[in-house]
T-cell receptor, first 113, second 115 residues
């Protein structure tokens, strides 16, 4: 699986959009981009994933550049409960034994009141 | 509905002892994963079950670690002759299928402390 690079920490004001970047310059054509987050003392929580097109769900939006070498997770209106470590992961789908996730150290997002 | 549950939530043991950590996945989920998370690090993959069989155990650090899932539901991670370096949070996750894009649902983890 391709490696990802994320800033170690970010701050965001409550109510503002949080934009979390991720570089994955060695991503392959069949690798998806996944985002998970981990709130303190809890297990990781799935947020969103995408392959080429931008994606949006009730939690966030995922913007993937045309060359797929980077992406941005957007939390449109950050709340204090969004304070967590956010992990960007790339992985190949559908291969037996390749379904595990490779987490890096992620970005620690702190939402400030 | 019920999510992934793990027991115990905390386990303190002495060096050299044997421990078992239990994971109850979401009902009907065929895939089950174990991860280990050390302080300040992201989770690291240990083993993956597809049904009852271990499809990938390449993340197990050594032969002191073993996991089973005899009926394709509950899984037990077993650690023999525990060492202080085994101290970590052990996370279990399940997903409804093994192929195609899918999300993994994580439990709260078991915090293992080896004294």
């Amino acid at each position: 699986d391709a490696k990802t690079t994320q800033p170690p920490s970010m701050d965001c004001a409550e109510g503002r959009a949080a934009n979390l970047p991720c570089n994955h310059s060695t991503i392959s054509g069949n690798e998806y981009v996944y985002w998970y987050r981990q709130i303190h003392s809890q297990g990781p929580q799935y947020i969103i994933h995408g392959l080429k097109n931008n994606e949006t769900n009730e939690m966030a939006s995922l913007i993937i550049t045309e060359d797929r070498k980077s992406s941005t997770l957007i939390l449109p209106h950050a709340t204090l409960r969004d304070t967590a470590v956010y992990y960007c992961i790339v992985r190949v789908e559908g291969q037996t034994g390749a379904n595990n996730l490779f987490f890096g150290t992620g970005t620690r997002l702190t939402v400030i009141p | 509905g019920a999510g992934v549950s793990q027991t115990p939530s905390n386990k303190v043991t002495e060096k050299g002892k044997y421990v078992e950590l239990r994971c109850d996945p979401i009902s009907g989920h065929t895939a089950l994963y174990w991860y280990r998370q050390s302080l300040g690090q992201g989770p690291e993959f240990l083993i993956y079950f597809q049904g009852t069989g271990a499809a990938d155990d390449s993340g197990l650090p050594n032969d002191r670690f073993f996991a089973v899932r005899p009926e394709g539901s509950v899984s037990t991670l077993k650690i023999q002759r525990t060492e202080r370096g085994d101290s970590a949070v052990y996370l279990c996750a399940s997903s409804p299928r093994t192929g195609g894009p899918n999300e993994q649902f994580f439990g709260p983890g078991t915090r293992l402390t080896v004294l």
